[in-house]
C-alpha cells in the first residue's frame, strides 16, 4: 500500500486505497464517493422502534466525502485572485523541491502544470478546495469537483507535490 503525502507540510493527503488516475503526468485524479458517519455514540435505548432507529441515525449522522474524512482534510475558500497567488507560490516552491531533487523533471512539469492551472482558472467556479489537516497555508490545495452525474466526487493533486510513502 502507498500512501501520498504532501511534500511540503507531511500532511496525509490520499492512499493507494482508493482509485487514482494519472492525468497529463502532472495530476492526480482520486475518486471519491459520499458517506454517512456518525460521531460519538447514539443511545437509542432498549429496543427501539425502527422509527426511532432512523430518526437517531438521521440526527446522529452526516455525509462527507470519504477522502475528506479518512485524511482530515479541511475545507478552505477562495477567490479567484487569491487562489492564483497561492498557486503562483506553491508552483515555485515545487519547482524549487523539484530542481534539487529531480531537475529533469523541472521543463515537464512547468509546461504541464501551467497548462492544467488555465483549465483549472477557466472553471474555478467547478472546484471547492480543501487543505491538509495542518491547514499550513504554504502546503497543496487539493481540488475538488464532481463527474459528469453532478453526485460522484473526485480529488485533483499535484503529482510533484506529493511524496509516495510504501507503507
Known sequence: MKLYTDAITGDEMVSDGYKIHEVDDVIYEVDA???????????????????????????????VINVVHTFRLQ?????????LVHLKSYMKAIKTRLAAENPDRVPIF??????????????????????????????????????????????????????????
Open 33 to 63: 464517493q459520499m458517506i454517512v458517519v456518525s460521531e460519538g455514540e447514539v443511545d437509542i435505548g432498549g429496543n427501539p422502534s425502527a422509527e426511532e432507529q432512523a430518526e437517531a441515525l438521521e440526527n446522529g449522522a452526516s455525509q
Open 110 to 167: 512547468e509546461a504541464k502544470a501551467a497548462a492544467f492551472a488555465k483549465k483549472v482558472v477557466a472553471n474555478f467556479k467547478d472546484y471547492d478546495f480543501y487543505t491538509g489537516e495542518s491547514m499550513n497555508p504554504d502546503g497543496m490545495v487539493a481540488l475538488c469537483n464532481y463527474r459528469e452525474d453532478g453526485v460522484t466526487p473526485y480529488f485533483i493533486l499535484w503529482k510533484d507535490g506529493l511524496k509516495e510513502t510504501k507503507i
Open 75 to 83: 475545507g478552505t475558500q477562495f477567490d479567484k485572485k487569491s487562489y
